[in-house]
């Protein structure tokens, strides 16, 4: 069975960076952005609303733009679209754990691979650290430190939701995850090696 | 300045087996048992009483014997005898930080030491490990299943209390720890070595 290596983070918390170092460190594939372009051209949705289903709000706004095709069109319930898109990310996260060694960011992949064992990193930071990574990343350039703030609550807020929604469980309960690291005032490529390394002793 | 390790831990987690292997692995002295020897000695209360302050209960319950001396004698009010044994725990804590590198479980040790950026490792478990844990230690082997669970459960409630009640923390907020560590259906003897290699790492 491939090696699967889920990542579950906090906004700002520099889980992305971590795990595609990670993946780059063991020669994993790394699975992040492809997962929402797969799942979009699978159900035929957009790729924004797709993007904005995933990663943002789960039933909340209605997109502009749903449908590129009229497979699923503006008539179905806004649930079933979700339900769809659910339904294709499963698929996808699947076909991938089956290819290869791979590292998953995101998208529950804790939670449907779990029959591949996988192990389950968290990453999170205090606020500081994830205002200063957001920051340092030149978006949200024009914010305040406020609203900042705000987005980052709100990014995190909104994943748990989902996760809480298709797992029935709590993100932020560390049974959730095997190993839990707090990035506060560390730099990422100074613990991906080590990290790495330490994940491949325990796979 | 020499390198702290701090763990906190679930009962039943293997916490203490990990600090121990950790030390063992890294050269550092590990200090558990000691700490409370060392404040019986300095408050010149009696251990058994010490170890129930520290390990249990705060001020809940009346021991059989609290004092070795009339130092600290029970016409001293209860709230003064249990600060004395968190001061003479604070001094001896820093003198052990100030001797070598070490690994110390439990005591607020974290917090005590915050100046010398300790390392905290936080240790836990789902339910069922910790029980088994406890069984395979042979200890409590009268007690139910429903019994052993309510000790553990009741264990952890008092070491979240007495963390709260000095540290004025939460010992469940993950930001209290920079790795979090679940130990369910592992083997604490197969993951030593690696959290070893990655605390070294990160230090």
Not at 139 to 167: G, H, P
Request: proline share 1%; hydrophobic share 40%.
């Amino acid at each position: 069975m491939n090696k699967i290596i889920t990542i579950g983070r906090e906004f700002g918390s520099g889980g992305r960076e971590l795990g595609k170092r990670i993946a780059e460190t063991l020669g994993f594939a790394y699975y992040d952005e492809e997962i929402i372009e797969a799942i979009a051209k699978r159900s035929e949705l957009a790729e924004d609303y797709v993007r904005q289903v995933v990663e943002n709000r789960i039933m909340t706004y209605y997109p502009i733009t749903i449908a590129n095709t009229l497979t699923a069109a503006p008539g179905d319930s806004l649930y079933a679209i979700n339900r769809s898109i659910f339904t294709a990310q499963t698929e996808i996260l699947e076909e991938m754990a089956q290819k290869s060694d791979c590292v998953i960011v995101g998208r529950c992949a804790d939670y449907i691979l779990e029959a591949y064992k996988p192990f389950r990193l968290f990453v999170y930071a205090d606020l500081e650290t994830k205002m200063a990574r957001c920051r340092a990343k030149g978006e949200d350039a024009e914010a305040s430190d406020r609203e900042l703030e705000k987005k980052i609550r709100s990014v995190d807020k909104a994943r748990a939701q989902y996760y809480r929604f298709y797992t029935g469980r709590d993100l932020s309960d560390r049974l959730s995850y095997d190993l839990g690291v707090n990035t506060s005032g560390r730099e990422i490529k100074d613990i991906a090696a080590a990290l790495a390394e330490l994940i491949k002793a325990l796979t």
